[in-house]
């Protein structure tokens, strides 16, 4: 095969878009009108039902043999209209500025802050505070925060303001993904609305982020924060709310000055509908047709099969107006919710005045909370456990939660409906009940999700097989390097969601203007026409930097509305068709040399969250509309889109030609994994707590992964060090059987690295073909020390890693429940070392061993009943690497395939979650 140059991709896409636009589309099924329902056949009793009077109020939710019953029915679904009215008055005094600084005050270490007159302020003759760096390019952050006004706990308020940045957008706004990881650490420090909690005595207790300033504002932008006063603030009580604004400089921006006016906090006038209405009895459950609301129809179905409860229905408007609802369906939980479950290893006393939720942002510009998992479960910690998920096949924005006011688990749709969409005026919503085992916790409740589901293709399994490739990085991203292509590589094309754009024009200083950004897009000729558009009509900004791989040139990253029903400008193809051209290129390239394309790579996937507010989007989606937080309006948000183009490009391409991401974003993704075949995994754990490579942030991956390959593959310098911390991340790879490499922006790796990747990627083959499973049957006795994860069940070898995130060593008696996994006892084997450890009768069941395990380090234990030792994966691995093939401007990525395995050989079935 010939040898071809692999070119940084940035540069590649720019050139890409210049000879024909970039676009991305994506066809979701429609939803099926709730009144077409019809009765299928039922696969044994339910395990989790609900029953509704006659107007559609809740009166009991049954679980496996026990019964929640509310204190009064609940209505089974509630309507808030999110009307975005700034009346009210306003209960910060000055939030003009018309009378300079009165009532505000700089925010600790503050910088620059000036209040201006006259032509600045969005109104005539007006004021604003304006953020501006020191003439000598001075750095940091500017914040002004108001004076202390009494609040009601548990009340809802809305904080707004207008801003814009004289260059166009922040020089320094946080990275949209470092701002969703601090949202769901709960420690967000980002640029916009704070809030700061004082108690009954006016003293500060704690601050809040409520809501970040987004990349760009080259006109005056409102920004709108809509929260709840919490009733207590790190354990004392709250009474007083401060709102603080705050911006960010930086000296490569030295011209740039923010500026921020009309800061209002009022309280939350929302109305707010109980959904009730006429409720009868179908086969396997109920149907409800409800106009609570003011010109607007609910119907609802409420059906039991397949040992769930399946809660489905549509909101239709019959004013004609754009509406922005927040859907809320109720199930009462009371008496099994005795511990709330935030991830597989955390959970939560149920308390009064706490809030159980696990959140982050479906949109960089604002806070819409969205659930992390599309999951949420209570339960009483031994038999019973009640679980809400969201169906994988249907993208949704909802918000999970339970309220201990009301004693139910909630799910909080955002929908926006619009009269000039497809089906106008509505949007449709879809819930899931499950029971679980309360003693299993929230691996209980994805198992039984998963053991409801076995049967969709995609959802939690895959027929790839990936103990043919080896690495998992990708080759070098410059001009210079390049690789050779041999029969048998597994290649892949390259794609990304997004709209970047390269050089240009100028160097590092002085930077361009968003005008001059923008401009740039002319060169995606036709897919320019995908721009996803922002409140004020601009195109949204992700990133504007010069990178490391960039020679001192600006490049500029452009959010992109992939739906294929987006027509491209001027008579081009638009993003979806353009990027299906790579892929039909690149695949009739290497037939006409004897090799075939194998896979398509979507790099940084939903790494942008964001809300389309284009007229000409909004009246091709075929997603149910969400709506923008800061005004209220009707938008398409990019998981619709992004789904859509999946499902139109997965039509497109050959039924063998598989899927993989490299996936970035939090909440959103799972709902887009089912389309995926290979779930990839990219950062830098240069510290051990990188950003893609923190411990809560791989129990999401791997819960989102489920039973399909996970890689990662790591990004920096290694210089600093030795071999034990190669070895350390290689033992959390093997932890959570990942297939760790050295990836393409990694380097100065320590001698020896190629060895411990080569000698995990053999371990982790056998626990992919085992397949994860989500309930251990095992326990350490030191949950909070010494972690445990199976891989494989019954009539399969059976895998148990353990793993050690202490910083000192841990003794620990490992009890595996051998009557719960169905399996005769024997012997635990360590596979690196060969050690034995034999078990033990230990009551209940189980049995158990003890051993020791250092920090930092991880046990691969097989579980052998007698029979011999099964064997470590026997296939050589490969590389993910870019290609690009001189000529036909196409993208690769490049894995490796073992020579003389055929494809497929030794494949494992797409597996199944244990029974």
């Known amino acids: 095969m010939k040898r071809r140059t692999a070119m940084r991709h940035w540069n590649v896409l720019v050139r890409l878009l210049m000879s024909g636009a970039l676009c991305a589309v994506l066809v979701l099924a429609p939803f099926a009108p709730v009144g077409t329902v019809t009765s299928r056949a039922r696969s044994g009793p339910p395990v989790a039902t609900i029953e509704l009077d006659d107007q559609g109020n809740v009166t009991a939710t049954h679980a496996a043999d026990a019964t929640a019953t509310p204190a009064a029915p609940v209505p089974l679904l509630s309507v808030t209209e999110r009307t975005g009215g700034l009346s009210g008055g306003n209960l910060l005094p000055n939030g003009g500025f018309e009378d300079g600084m009165e009532g505000w005050s700089p925010m600790p270490s503050s910088r620059q802050i000036s209040v201006t007159a006259g032509s600045e302020a969005p109104a005539e003759g007006g004021a604003c505070a304006l953020f501006k760096p020191s003439d000598g390019g001075d750095t940091g952050g500017g914040g002004v925060m108001s004076e202390m006004v009494p609040v009601s706990p548990g009340t809802e308020y809305r904080a707004t303001c207008l801003w814009r940045d004289t260059n ?45 300033f987004n990349k760009n504002a080259s006109a005056w932008k ?81 059906i039991s099969e397949d040992g769930v409860t399946r809660i489905s229905g549509e909101l239709t408007d019959t004013s004609g107006a754009p509406r922005a609802l927040d859907l809320t369906v109720s199930v009462p939980a009371g008496r099994f919710a005795q511990r709330w479950w935030d991830g597989m290893r955390d959970s939560r006393e149920v308390v009064p005045d706490a ?121 070098r991203m410059d001009t210079e390097g390049h690789e050779e292509v041999e029969e048998g590589d597994y290649v892949a094309q390259y794609t990304v969601i997004e709209l970047p754009i390269g050089d240009l024009g100028y160097k590092k200083n002085p930077p361009p203007s968003y005008g001059g950004a923008l401009a740039s897009t002319s060169r995606a000729e036709g897919a320019a026409s995908n721009l996803a558009r922002d ?40 993003f979806a068709q353009t990027v299906n051209g790579w892929i ?63 499902d139109w490009l997965r039509a497109e391409c050959p039924d063998d030609l598989t899927f993989s991401a490299n996936v970035w974003g939090l909440g959103t993704p799972f709902f887009l994994v089912p389309r995926l075949d290979l779930v990839i995994n990219e950062g830098d754990p240069l510290d051990g ?94 949950p909070d020390a010494i972690w445990v994860e199976r891989f494989g069940g019954p009539g399969e070898d059976i895998y148990f890693t353990v793993h050690n995130p202490g910083d000192s060593g841990e003794r620990f008696s490992l009890e595996v429940d051998t009557a719960g996994l169905g399996v005769p006892t024997g012997s635990l084997v360590d596979v690196e070392s060969g050690e034995r450890f034999v078990l033990e009768p230990s009551g209940d069941g189980g049995h158990g061993c003890e051993m020791d395990l250092e920090p930092s380090r991880t046990r691969m234990l097989r579980l052998d009943s007698g029979g011999a030792l099964a064997g470590s994966g026997a296939l050589i691995a490969g590389a993910l690497l870019v290609l690009a093939l001189s000529g036909s401007l196409v993208i690769f990525l490049l894995v490796v395939r073992r020579r003389g395995n055929p494809a497929g050989e030794g494949r494992r079935e797409a597996a199944q979650p244990a029974p």
């Open 168 to 212: 166009g957008y922040l020089g320094s706004a946080p990275n949209v993904l470092g701002y969703q990881r601090d949202c769901y650490t709960g420690d967000a420090r980002g640029w916009g609305i704070h809030a700061m909690w004082g108690d009954p005595a006016g003293d500060l207790i704690g601050s809040q982020f409520l809501c970040p």
């Open 222 to 302: 409102r920004t709108t924060a809509t929260f709840a006063v919490p009733a207590t603030f790190e354990g004392r009580p709250v009474a007083f709310v401060s709102i603080g604004i705050a911006v960010g400089l930086s000296t490569l921006y030295n011209d740039e000055a923010v500026l921020v006016d009309d800061v209002r906090l009022f309280g939350c006038s929302d109305p707010q509908y109980a959904l009730t209405g006429e409720a009868g009895a179908v086969e396997g459950g109920y149907r409800l047709a409800s106009t609570g609301a003011p010109a607007l129809d609910a119907t609802c179905d409420v």
């Open 355 to 475: 809030v159980y939720e696990n959140s982050v942002s479906a949109d960089m510009s604002a806070w819409m909370p969205v659930s992390f998992y599309p999951y949420c479960a209570v339960d009483d910690g031994d038999e019973t456990g009640l679980a809400l998920a969201l169906p994988l096949d249907e993208p949704q924005l909802a918000r999970l939660c339970y309220d201990p006011s009301t004693g139910c688990l909630e799910a909080e749709f955002h929908l926006g409906l619009s009269p000039a969409t497809r089906d106008p005026g509505s949007a449709a919503f879809s819930l899931e009940v499950l029971s679980y085992p309360g003693a299993q916790g929230f691996r209980g409740c994805i198992e039984r999700f998963g053991q409801a589901h076995a049967g969709e293709e995609g959802w939690f399994s895959s027929e790839v097989d990936v103990r043919q490739y080896t690495d998992y990085n990708r080759s």
């Open 535 to 574: 409140t004020n009509g601009d195109a949204i900004m992700k990133k504007l930097a010069v990178f490391p791989w960039s020679r001192d040139q600006w490049e500029v990253i452009f959010g992109a509305n992939a739906d294929p029903d987006i027509p491209g400008a001027g008579g081009k193809p638009g």
């Open 584 to 646: 039909e290129a690149g695949a009739e390239r290497l037939a006409s040399e004897g090799s075939a394309l194998d896979d398509v790579f979507f790099d940084n996937f939903m790494s942008m969250n964001f809300i389309d507010m284009d007229p000409a989007h909004i009246a091709v989606s075929d997603h149910p509309l969400t709506y923008s937080p800061n005004t209220f309006q009707p938008g398409v948000h990019s998981l619709g889109s992004n789904d859509e183009y999946m």
């Open 689 to 782: 707590e990188g950003g893609n490579w923190r411990y809560e942030i791989l129990d999401y991956k791997r819960v989102l992964a489920s039973q399909k390959p996970l890689m990662y593959a790591a990004n920096g310098d290694y210089s600093k060090w030795d071999l034990p911390d190669v070895e350390g991340l290689a033992d959390r790879a093997l932890f959570y059987g990942i297939y760790a490499g050295q990836g393409n922006n990694s380097r100065a790796w320590p001698q020896g690295s190629d060895e411990v990747f080569t000698g995990l990627k053999s371990r982790v083959d056998d626990l992919t073909d085992a397949g994860w499973e989500q309930v251990t049957f095992a326990e350490t006795g030191k």
